[in-house]
Antibody
């Protein structure tokens, strides 16, 4: 059974930093691109970032580019999102998401989602 | 960036009725469109990918159609557990975007 378990969320002041982690199990983690998607309270889904299966390629939405860094450790089956220069508008539930197709590149369809971790940016 | 528009914003129907949800892209996404269902307090669930392929374990009452810029998600006969928010999402050259969602609620 595929499981994605996020951790690391919490309350942080504007301008602060936070690192999210996602522990994956139930599939060959190193074979799949992975993604982060967020959802502000009461709002829709917003795509955040992607990383290829080998970590060699990354993508960021314009809203987080230059502030967030996605990475992965395939030996630990773990995905990360380092967030810095946080703003109030970054407040959201952050979901760790698995890509549907094995391979280096991201197919861009999301077949398994974690339960999410809440990040609140406030003074 | 490709912008997705969903209509209607809210769809009020009764159990057993047919639901038709629309998603329109600002430019062609070929067949690279997926649909997700989200219930309150839960993560989204993949329903349909590449416009018309049902994901694993998704009931046959869910179907998707369309290509290019116009897509439709149809629920043939609404079950009580189908009342939720539905999002479309496109994938194009690592530029992934979601639509704003359609809420299907009980009439």
């Amino acid at each position: 059974e595929v499981q994605l378990v996020e951790s690391g969320g919490g309350l942080v002041q504007p301008g602060g930093s936070l690192r999210l982690s996602c522990s994956a199990s139930g599939f060959t983690f190193s074979s799949y691109a992975m993604h982060w998607v967020r959802q502000a309270p009461g709002k829709g889904l917003e795509y955040v970032s992607a990383i290829s299966s080998n970590g060699g390629s990354t993508y960021y939405a314009d809203s987080v580019k230059g502030r967030f860094t996605i990475s992965r450790d395939n030996s630990k089956n773990t995905l990360y999102l380092q967030m810095s220069s946080l703003r109030a508008e970054d407040t959201a539930v952050y979901y760790c998401v698995k890509d549907i197709s094995p391979g280096i590149a991201a197919a861009g369809t999301f077949d398994y989602w974690g339960q999410g971790t809440l990040v609140t940016v406030s003074s | 960036e490709i912008v997705l528009t969903q209509s209607p914003a809210t769809l009020s129907l009764s159990p057993g009725e047919r639901a038709t949800l629309s998603c329109r892209a600002s430019q062609s996404v070929s067949s690279y469109l997926a649909w997700y269902q989200q219930k309150p307090g839960q993560a989204p669930r993949l329903l349909i990918y590449d416009a018309s392929n049902r994901a694993t374990g998704i009931p046959a009452r869910f179907s998707g159609s369309g290509s290019g810029t116009d897509f439709t998600l149809t629920i043939s006969s609404l079950e009580p557990e189908d009342f939720a928010v539905y999002y479309c999402q496109q994938r194009s050259n690592w530029l992934f975007t979601f639509g704003p969602g359609t809420k299907v609620d009980i009439k």
